[in-house]
């Protein structure tokens, strides 16, 4: 069956600070990931998605995020944040047939200014 | 206008009540899902419909009946309300069905049962 898992479940780092979340995800055929940021009382929004290709992938707001097939690794990395990072992370496989998607756990990321 | 709107954005309802979620797009999209995101913010995606048609059902207990009267609607109706019902509903649309086409999420509606 499809998992994600994201190993970070609360994350405080100061401004200025670099960041890189861990998700891992557990499934054998096409991969389809992405990363989701949801700030406090909004919707999801979307920061990247990986489908195929060079994995390095850059996303909004400064973002990126690797594709390590062999670990089955979807890292999101930034190299300073800021205090309006302050949000929370989701790690998500999508299926390429019926789009649904799975999501990991979350992190909470809280940035200290 | 707002892409994906659900009302109501708050609901507090007692045990045992049925009540509705409505989502609506103006998207022009065909795909529509209903998320569910728990107290520790855990995201599992409940039903899907394309163009009205039901997609996935994922196992959720028979209280939970999605409605689609025409694919830019998704109403979620939910009856003998329970505790454990209390969560953030997110509705969320996409062009077509797959994931290719990318998905605009609404803003959740928060849904208390006392």
Not at chain 1, 101 to 108: D, K, S, V, Y
Not at chain 2, 8 to 32: A, F, R
Request: aromatic fraction near 12%.
């Amino acid at each position: 069956a499809q998992s994600v898992s994201q190993h970070n479940h609360h994350v405080i780092l100061s401004e200025a600070a670099s960041l890189e979340l861990g998700c891992n995800y557990s499934y054998g055929g096409t991969v389809n990931l992405f990363w989701y940021v949801q700030y406090p009382g909004q919707h999801l929004q979307l920061l990247l998605k990986y489908f195929s290709g060079d994995p390095l992938v850059k996303g909004i707001k400064g973002f990126e995020a690797e594709f390590i097939k062999s670990k089955f690794s979807f890292n999101l990395r930034k190299p300073s944040v800021q205090w309006s990072d302050t949000a929370e992370y989701f790690c998500a496989h999508g299926s390429s047939n019926t789009g649904k998607l799975i999501f990991g756990q979350g992190t909470t990321l809280q940035v200290k200014p | 206008d707002t892409a994906v709107s659900q009302t109501p954005k708050y609901l507090v309802t007692q045990m045992g009540n049925d009540k509705s979620i409505k989502c609506e797009q103006n998207l022009g999209h065909d795909t529509m899902y209903w998320y569910k995101q728990d107290s520790k913010k855990f995201l599992k995606i409940m039903f899907s419909y394309n163009n009205k048609e039901l997609i996935i059902n994922e196992t959720v207990p028979n209280r939970f009946s999605p409605k689609s009267p025409d694919k830019a609607h998704l109403n979620l109706h939910i009856n003998s309300l329970e505790l454990g019902d209390s969560a953030v509903y997110f509705c969320a649309s996409s062009q077509r069905t797959g994931v290719g086409y990318g998905y605009t999420f609404g803003s959740g509606t928060r849904l208390t049962v006392v």
